[in-house]
T-cell receptor, first 114, second 116 residues
Framework: AQSVTQLDSHVSVSEGTPVLLRCNYS??????LFWYVQHPNKGLQLLLK??????LVKGINGFEAEFKKSETSFHLTKPSAHMSDAAEYFC????????????FGIGTKLQVIP | DTGVSQNPRHKITKRGQNVTFRCDPI?????LYWYRQTLGQGPEFLTY????????KSRLLSDRFSAERPKGSFSTLEIQRTEQGDSAMYLC??????????????FGPGTRLTVL
């Protein structure tokens, strides 16, 4: 069984300040982990992914995430928030089973205040 | 545009009517997934196809739901006798052939269903 817990349903930051979106996972297998972003009325877009290579993963738009096995965490960070970062962010775990079942977290809505 | 496409983008229907949604995956992707996303929740897995074979169905997929992928290309999701609880965003995703863990799923824009 696998699961994802996104610890904050809403995060509000000021433009230019750091962003931290928290994610903890549970998986019976060595998981792959992803962060997706969903802007209003847009499809889900991949930000970054971890697949058992480097534990610090860099993604698009200045985002990065660090895989910490001991803490079963995969938190998403960005040094400086931009207004265009306002969106909903989903942490996703995928197992190594036959069809690589994907489980989404409930999402974190990021608000960026000017 | 070579991404995943879904039609229609929006569908409003009355309770009890049947609806059908279409998904066109990225052309070289043999794996196709359907998800449902309700307000305030992350997408929930509904079903999975590898080529034309439907290999997995979630318990969320009641008998009123049926999905097909007849030629291993596009897929349809039909909901019969719609209920207000079916109102949601229905998302389709595809991914490339192969079992590499590095292959993420590519999502379409979704079909938003409203059942009145």
């Amino acid at each position: 069984a696998q699961s994802v817990t996104q610890l904050d349903s809403h995060v509000s930051v000021s433009e230019g300040t750091p962003v931290l979106l928290r994610c903890n996972y549970s998986s019976s297998y060595s998981p792959s982990l992803f962060w997706y972003v969903q802007h209003p009325n847009k499809g889900l877009q991949l930000l970054l992914k971890y697949t058992s290579a480097a534990t610090l993963v860099k993604g698009i738009n200045g985002f990065e995430a660090e895989f910490k096995k001991s803490e079963t965490s995969f938190h998403l960070t960005k040094p400086s928030a931009h207004m265009s970062d306002a969106a909903e962010y989903f942490c996703v775990v995928s197992d190594s089973g036959g069809y690589q079942k994907v489980t989404f977290g409930i999402g974190t809505k990021l608000q960026v205040i000017p | 545009d070579t991404g995943v496409s879904q039609n229609p983008r929006h569908k409003i229907t009355k309770r009890g009517q049947n609806v059908t949604f279409r998904c066109d995956p990225i052309s070289e992707h043999n794996r196709l997934y359907w998800y449902r996303q309700t307000l305030g929740q992350g997408p929930e897995f509904l079903t999975y196809f590898q080529n034309e074979a439907q290999l997995e169905k979630s318990r969320l997929l009641s008998d009123r739901f049926s999905a097909e992928r007849p030629k291993g290309s596009f897929s349809t999701l039909e909901i019969q006798r719609t209920e207000q609880g079916d109102s949601a965003m229905y998302l389709c995703a595809s991914r490339p052939t192969g079992t590499s863990l590095g292959h993420e799923q590519f999502f379409g824009p979704g079909t938003r269903l409203t059942v009145l």
